[in-house]
């Protein structure tokens, strides 16, 4: 098998030929520039490449594998060989990081790698390049109007979906195997829906933020994009582990998903979430939930009755948190922002103290709702976006017979999830709706990433969630 035909398989595959020494590190790192260079002058995922230290990494591992006696930690390492982007909200050594805007690329590169960066390349992961995504991570679109907007591999007419829209449209494209992103409203599962990717949010606390450009910190959570529930497990597993440089980091062992992924999953109570979470779905929405419902045999349905006070509350905190980080520049580079993420930054700044605390009540009682279901149900269902990508440019959208604002309403589903920190792995299925995917969320308690990828691996090898890299033509 080539280093192209592994590159559009799993990233557990190319660790496997690497291993067995059917291909090498650098053949891996150039088919993955070669499918770059060809196809992102479509796609539109890459704001930053970092081929030639990608190329250095690559040899490195390449002779250490070639050595007499090779170590046998090198040849174990779970990501060996495998190239990754990361969405250009990571510190990358070298590289300034920019966040989607214009004021920050102003700034000094970093000194070095983020937490994350680190950890996977650590896991013997090779660092390709960094990814577009909405201006400061606000956004569900990535329509960027300083690096362009990133293309939906599947149909190039089409939104990718954000803010870590470069990171899903990597994947999708067949660019590369695995990508990071960020996730504070939906930013992995919108974009993970409209591409057809497999994501990963943890629960909140689970991965360190270390070397990340933040959002709202008491909202942001990190994580993979994969096109297998394995690959997400691998990823996930050699992120985790305690950082005292993030105060948020949860001080928990690493607790290993991998190995049990292909766990059963029969004995689990899953249930789909009905109230908000299906009125707010249009019907394709509603599809793909039923089909990932009857593959699990999931016949309950429960409702959240604080969904959509918890979907306001977000948005409040959001605002609040938000734009408390940009206050200087809001008021000295006004101008240099993109004109919706300034208009909403500068709302933020105005809200009352009372709103914002009443945001807070709001969350805690939602998560205490939430808790009392998890003591019947293990799993949640619901779908990860209202409707299928939309054709870039979109200003409105019918969701429930209202017509809304297309950019924010594509996280409806999302949100109120993110407000709680709940782990969520986002599962694309194909075939309800003629030529696009969308997914659904897979929800549990606090913790039990378990839970969640298992259901995901579950659902993958039924053949209901699939993740195929796009037929995309050449382009230059």
Known sequence: MSAADLLAGPAAGIAAAMRERRVRA?????????????????????????????RRRAAELDALLASPGPDAAVAALPLLGVPFAVKNLFDVA?????????????????????????????????????????????????ENSHDGATRNPHDPSRVAGGSSGGSAAAVAAGQVPLALGSDTNGSIRVPSSLCGTFGLKPTYGRLPRHGSYPFVASLDHLGPFARTARDLALAYDAMQGPDRRDPACARRPAEPTADGIDGEVGRLRIAVLGGWFEEQAGPEARAAVGRVAAALGARGRVVL?????????????????????????????????????????????????????????VRRAFALEAAALFRDVDVLLAPATPCVAPAIGTEWLTIHGERVAARP???????????????????????????????????????REDLVLRVARHLESAGVAQAPVAALASTT
């Open 26 to 54: 650098a053949d891996m790192v150039e088919a993955s520039v070669a499918r770059i260079e060809r196809t992102d002058g479509t796609v539109n995922a890459f704001t930053d490449r970092t081929f030639e230290r990608a």
């Open 305 to 361: 009755c604080l969904a959509t006070t918890a979907r306001a509350a977000a948005f409040l905190i959001t605002q609040a948190e938000g734009s408390a980080l940009h206050l200087d520049d809001l008021r000295s580079r006004a101008g240099d922002f993109e004109p919706l993420s300034r208009d909403r930054f500068l709302a933020g700044a105005l809200l009352p103290g009372a709103w914002v605390q009443q945001a807070q009540r």
């Open 409 to 447: 309403s594509l996280g409806l589903l999302t949100q109120p999830v993110s407000c709680i920190g709940l782990p969520v792995c986002a599962v694309p299925v194909w075939g309800c709706h003629e030529t696009m995917p969308i997914g659904v969320q897979v929800i549990a308690a606090p913790w």
């Open 94 to 142: 070298g590289l300034t990081t920019r966040a989607g805007s214009k004021i920050e690329r102003d700034r000094p590169p970093a000194h070095r790698d983020g937490v994350l960066v680190e950890r996977l390349e650590a896991a013997g992961a090779v660092l390709v390049g960094a990814l577009n995504m909405d201006e400061y991570a606000y956004g569900f679109t990535t």
